[in-house]
């Protein structure tokens, strides 16, 4: 969520009371799970239905609830999430040629995406306009510039009331800012931004993929598939990775988290569960 994207529609953004944290429970697997999209391997795992909620009065986000099942075998997690979507968005940012302006200008399409987030530090919350601090691992899967490399965007979140250096600042509805910053971790990035000076198709992406991606930006293996109205997301990723920018994950503990859901959506306008705790 970069700077410009959180300060869109700041004036609409929707306050919510704090409920009781929904479990989910990270299940013993007694197989491997196949990372494709399908879903074949979960039929025996649990399923919890976890609610989402717009942050915006005018989200144009589908999926009002996230399914999700989990487990952990050998020294991995394990995740599988379904939501609505009746349009798959695997298009971001192209950009379009202005013959007027005789220069290319981006274009409103926006990829699908999901977000998992897990407290590192702090006090984790979904509602960041009432968060204290928190510091959060956040696991960022794209349709577009994550899914083809196999992975979902390995970055943190840092949620402060103090200024924090090149975040972005969003209202308190008691006063007072809320400063954001989501640094990507170390490692070879997945995708770089591109530029044109020339016409060369009337439409030309934003982003290149970078298939050499590595290190810990990469430690979340990911598939997404969509069909018939819904998207199936697997997730898979060491309990420790041995990075100081990953949460470490330990059976028997626990540890708050939230959810959001993109919807070919910009990054003002996503869908978020209230803050989770997930079992081990």
């Not at 931004?193 to 198709?201: G, I, M």
Request: net charge neutral; with cysteine.
């Amino acid at each position: 969520m970069g700077k410009k994207g959180l300060l869109v529609l700041l004036a609409t953004i929707i306050a919510f009371p704090a409920l009781p944290a929904e479990v989910i429970n990270i299940h013993p697997l007694f197989a491997v799970p196949n990372l494709d999209g399908k879903g074949d391997d979960w039929e025996k795992v649990p399923e919890v239905v976890i609610p989402l909620r717009p942050i915006v009065a005018d989200s144009v986000v589908e999926a009002r609830e996230v399914r999700i099942k989990a487990g952990h075998i050998a020294d991995s997690v394990y995740f599988y999430l379904q939501w609505v979507d009746s349009e798959e968005n695997r298009e971001h940012k192209s950009y379009i040629w202005n013959r007027q302006k005789q220069r290319y200008v981006r274009g409103p399409a926006r990829e699908d995406r999901c977000s998992m987030q897990f407290e590192m530090d702090g006090e984790y919350t979904t509602d960041w306009l009432n968060a204290e601090y928190f510091k959060a691992d956040m696991w960022h899967w794209k349709s577009f510039r994550s899914n083809p490399l196999g992975i979902a965007h390995d970055k943190m979140t840092i949620v402060s009331t103090e200024p924090l250096l090149r975040s972005a600042q969003l209202k308190r509805p008691k006063g007072g800012i809320s400063y954001v910053i989501r640094p990507s971790d170390d490692g070879v990035q997945p995708y770089t931004t591109k530029r044109y000076r020339h016409l060369q198709k009337q439409t030309m992406p934003k982003y290149q993929l970078n298939h050499e991606v590595s290190g810990s930006v990469a430690d979340i293996k990911a598939k997404g598939r969509w069909s018939d109205g819904v998207w199936h997301l697997e997730l898979a990723r060491k309990l420790d990775t041995g990075h100081d920018d990953d949460v470490k994950f330990r059976l028997g503990e626990s540890v708050k988290g939230g959810i959001g859901i993109f919807d070919g959506s910009n990054t003002g306008d996503h869908n978020i569960s209230d803050t989770l705790i997930f079992q081990f």
